[in-house]
Structures are given as C-alpha cells and as structure tokens.
C-alpha cells in the first residue's frame, strides 16, 4: 500500500517519534512492537500503524508484516511491527483521520521537532524548571518555550466541554420535570380513589392488598412512559450521535438510571398517597358525598 495513493480514504499523519514516544503520550500498542533501538537509521525501515489504518488498508488481513510505501508508490518497503490505539491529532471528531508513526532515525526529511516529557504530579507546577533545564542544555538556542499539553489541548475540548455541560444541565431538568410531574399525577390519581379504596376496605380488602393495587396500576403507566419514550430516544440516537464527544447515545448505564429513577418516583407516589389513604376511616370515606 502506498501512502499517495489511498487519500480518498482519509486523512493520513505521519509521526516521527524516538522509542519513548508511546510511553510518554500514553499511546497503547495493542499488537506487534513499539519501534525501538534496533530501527536505526540504516536498518529495516519500520512503520506503527494506528487500528483505523489498518482497517483501511487491510481488510480482513493481518497488517503486522505488510510492506507500507510512504509518499510514492515506488518508494522503499517500510515493514509494520505494529498496531496502535487511534488517536485524535489535528481533529476532535474526523473518524477518516489515520496516524501512523515511524522512528525519527529513519525520518529522512527536516522535520519540526518537539520534546514530550512525561511528570509526577500537575504538570504546570513543573514548566518554569523544566524550561531552565532545557534552556542549559541548549545554550546557543533560542528561548525554550514549555507549555502543558492540557494547556495546548483545551482549546479544542473547550467548545465540547460547554457542550456537555448543557446536555447535561438541561437533560437534569428535563428528568427534574418528569419526575415532579409523575409524582403529581400519579398522587392526585391514587387521591381521587380515596373513596373507592374506603370501600374495598369496608368490604374487606387488607391494606396490602390495596397498596399492590394501586402500585401495579401506577408501574403500568410508567412501564408504557418508559417504552414509548425509549423507542423515541433510541431513534433520535443517530442524529444526536454527531453531537456527541467519546459518548454513547445508546449507553444502557444512562437508560437504566433514567428507568429506575422515574420507578422509584412511581412507587413513591403510589404508596405515600395510598398509605395516607388507608388511614382515612372507611365509614367517614362511605358517608361522604
């Protein structure tokens, strides 16, 4: 496979790193090897792949040993050693962005060169020192320049940061509302049948027996809610997916709290009413209008 000849199936990037450079960024190889201190200038060139390039390039194929042509077809073999995990680069959210790495030994062309070094502790707390160190060990060079990589970093999360606050404000809200509403509802129903509940229990009716009533009849109305708004949800997933940042529209853990929460709001305003209700003298309940 060529480089120059696959363009129209993404957005290729090529990185040149030294040994360390995964265990720096944090950047799993999941299959194969990190290129390390036997891929010398002179010796096998090597290249590591990320998952989504390997897709591309080699469906249903294993691509650790396939021979990758960078920049022209005609160009040295260049043997991958190994898969990395995807990682986003020039864009948060272009899933045809594809990076693929080399040693920088081997990287034949003048390249922009930046220095990642990896820290205990908040990283920030750390520049000013580490900018002195450098700045010795280069002493004819210009002025060092240290930045977090959080700091070069959140200007691009910053838009999805406010995004999912939003989502998140106004998703609580809604779910707020739902659940005031609910247990209002199902209260002032289960508060209508106050004279019917006087008669069963004047005809008999033990007091659990109402109370299993008046539940089941109040999870039914909630099982029905849970099913027409899951259907509506799940088919508004595909369309609010793009909106989304490395978060489902489908997680069963967001569904599952949101049933569970509007069952336990059922079952209180079922029973709360109901044991109220129940200790309503049956005889003042079958004298009234």
């Known amino acids: 496979a060529g480089i120059d000849t696959v363009r129209n199936l993404g957005n290729f990037i090529l990185q040149a790193g030294t040994p360390d450079y995964f265990r720096t960024l944090g950047t799993r190889v999941i299959r194969g090897r990190a290129f390390d201190e036997r891929d010398r200038e002179n010796s096998q060139r090597v290249v590591v792949v990320g998952e989504g390039m390997a897709r591309v390039l080699w469906p249903n194929q294993e691509a650790i040993g396939q021979c990758l042509r960078i920049a022209a077809a005609d160009a040295p073999c260049t043997r991958v050693i190994g898969i990395a995990e995807d990682v986003r680069i020039r864009t948060l959210t272009d899933e045809r962005e594809y990076a693929y790495y080399i040693p920088a030994s081997q990287y034949g062309e003048e390249m922009y060169a930046q220095l990642f070094v990896r820290l205990d502790g908040a990283a920030a707390s750390h520049v000013e020192t580490l900018r002195r160190r450098l700045q010795a060990e280069m002493p004819g060079a210009a002025y060092v320049n240290v930045r977090p990589l959080r700091e070069m970093v959140d200007p691009s999360l910053r838009a999805w940061s406010f995004g999912a606050t939003m989502f998140v404000a106004f998703g609580a809200l809604a779910l707020v509302l739902a659940a005031i509403g609910l247990y209002s509802m199902i ?51 595909p369309r609010l997916e793009p909106l989304m940042f490395e978060a489902s529209t489908r997680d069963p853990a967001v569904y599952g709290a949101v049933a569970a929460m509007l069952v336990g709001v059922a079952l209180v305003a079922s029973v709360v009413p109901a044991m109220r209700a129940l200790r309503v003298d049956p005889n003042t309940v079958l004298r009234a209008d």
């Not at 209508?192 to 659990?208: F, I, P, W």
């Not at 009849?217 to 099982?223: K, Y």
Request: proline share 0%; hydrophobic share 65%; glycine share 14%.
């Open 187 to 237: 209260a002032y129903g289960v508060a209508q049948r106050t004279r019917e509940l006087g008669v069963r229990m004047a005809l008999g009716a033990s007091a659990g027996h109402v109370i299993r009533m008046i539940v089941a009849t109040a999870l039914q109305l909630v099982v029905v809610g849970l099913a027409i708004g899951g259907a509506i949800a799940m088919w508004a997933a």
